[in-house]
């Protein structure tokens, strides 16, 4: 109902930017050219050695890793996050991740990379928001690169209690609850996969996730999120 009455709305209105609030153009979408030229891109792919890799270092290898862009207290990056995350807007988080990939496709970044990994939810959490952020992401991601998307993991209890732990329970906490779909994972034997998340913060939940997949014999494991706000 609700995307009906978005759909509904489209119709009456013109659509405006989600950044700026601006009239689109006819070919733009959810973005305007003005707000994608001043995303606060972070080139972090252009290192192979950065803050998102320095995040997994001496914990567990990756061998490529970027946030594509920063994350602003009261940015567009915040607004646009908050709408993916809180709004139901689940497009926005194809949009980005769709656009993310038409810059980099050119670069190093994902060129030996066979699929796009999200980092799931907690399915009681997936029902509440109605689709996972991570998965909208690697979707746009996936689509634009050509790969396809597999949802390898499994995230198998709420972690409610995790933002009052501290750095050493956080990492227990993770490492327990996320873990691998075993069918699934056989046909990624010595594969590149990529890990997606919307946001790198302290890295724990993605850690989780790369120890997890590590269970897949001889895969190369890299990390991409669409923003960082450490
Ligand atoms: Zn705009």
Redo the contacts with the bound molecule.
């Keep these: 109902m609700k995307n009906y009455l978005h759909a509904f709305s489209n119709l009456c209105y013109p659509s405006s930017?989600l950044?700026?609030q601006?009239p689109l153009a006819a070919q733009e979408e959810l973005?305007?050219l003005?707000?994608l030229l001043d995303l606060p891109l972070t080139h972090f792919h252009k290192r192979l050695s950065n803050p998102v890799t320095g995040a997994f270092t001496g914990r567990v290898p990756i061998l490529r890793g970027t946030a594509y862009l920063f994350f602003q207290q009261g940015g567009v990056v915040q607004q646009l996050l908050h709408l993916l995350k809180y709004k139901n807007r689940p497009e926005v988080g194809v949009f980005l991740g769709g656009y993310a990939a038409s810059t980099l496709k050119a670069g190093s970044f994902f060129r030996t990379v066979d699929a796009v990994v999200p980092v799931p939810l907690h399915p009681a959490k997936e029902a509440q928001r109605g689709y996972n952020q991570a998965l909208k992401i690697a979707q746009g991601l996936a689509d634009e690169l050509g790969l396809p998307v597999a949802p390898l993991l499994l995230r198998e209890s709420a972690s409610e209690s995790q933002t009052r732990k501290g750095r050493y329970d956080r990492y227990l906490n993770v490492n327990t609850i996320f873990s691998l779909l075993e069918n699934e994972a056989a046909e990624w034997e010595g594969k590149h996969l990529v890990v997606v998340d919307d946001v790198l913060t302290t890295g724990a939940t993605l850690e989780g996730c790369l120890l997890a997949l590590q269970g897949i014999p001889e895969v190369k494991l890299s990390v991409f999120t669409l923003a960082y706000a450490p």
Excluded: D, H, Y
């Design positions: 930017c950044g700026c601006q973005v305007c003005n707000c």
